[in-house]
């Protein structure tokens, strides 16, 4: 099995404990995703639940939907091809991005929201060890 091509596909991609639960021997590799979360686990309790998580999905897609009908197919294009561009700016590995260019684009960087307040990066349950983040990301494990 060549899995040249699969490892360059998984490169620019973090393990996440609810992604890739399982290791070589059929057991969670907590070294490289961290300790298994029962949360990542529960189904939604509530209906607006979903809703409330894909909110900025949605929203995005009524912007670009109005922005296509006002301004013609190249606007909404350009917009995505900035948010995509914006998305792929990142800190290290195992430091956590803030994509203030991105909060830029969606004119969310003067707003304070829920994620500003109890999303602290430093109160993370998972912390990863640098050296591993950094050579699993570039594809050396």
Same mark, same amino acid.
């Given at each position: 099995?060549?899995?040249?091509?699969? $490892?360059?596909?998984? &490169?620019?991609?973090? /393990?996440? *404990?609810?992604?890739?639960?399982?290791? =070589?021997?059929?057991?969670?590799?907590?070294?490289?995703?961290?300790? =298994?979360?029962?949360? %990542?686990?529960?189904?939604?309790?509530?209906?607006?639940?979903?809703?409330? &998580?894909?909110?900025?999905?949605?929203?995005? &897609? +009524?912007?670009?939907?109005?922005?296509?009908? +006002?301004?013609?197919? #190249?606007?909404?294009? &350009?917009?995505?091809?900035?948010?995509? *561009?914006? $998305?792929? @700016?990142? $800190?290290?590995?195992?430091?956590?991005?803030? #994509?203030? *260019?991105?909060?830029?684009?969606?004119? %969310?960087?003067?707003?304070?929201?829920?994620?500003? @307040?109890?999303?602290? /990066?430093?109160?993370?349950?998972?912390?990863?060890?640098? #050296?591993?983040?950094?050579?699993?990301?570039?594809?050396?494990?």
């Amino acid at each position: 099995m060549n899995t040249r091509g699969l $490892r360059s596909q998984m &490169k620019d991609s973090v /393990p996440v *404990a609810g992604l890739c639960p399982q290791g =070589s021997y059929g057991v969670q590799d907590s070294l490289r995703s961290g300790f =298994s979360s029962v949360k %990542n686990d529960i189904l939604p309790s509530h209906s607006l639940e979903l809703s409330e &998580k894909n909110f900025q999905l949605n929203q995005d &897609k +009524i912007n670009f939907s109005t922005l296509r009908n +006002i301004q013609g197919l #190249h606007a909404p294009l &350009k917009l995505q091809m900035e948010y995509r *561009a914006a $998305r792929q @700016i990142q $800190r290290l590995p195992f430091l956590q991005s803030s #994509h203030l *260019a991105l909060d830029t684009l969606r004119n %969310n960087d003067e707003s304070i929201s829920f994620q500003d @307040i109890l999303n602290d /990066p430093t109160q993370s349950e998972m912390m990863g060890e640098p #050296h591993l983040m950094v050579e699993y990301k570039l594809g050396l494990v």
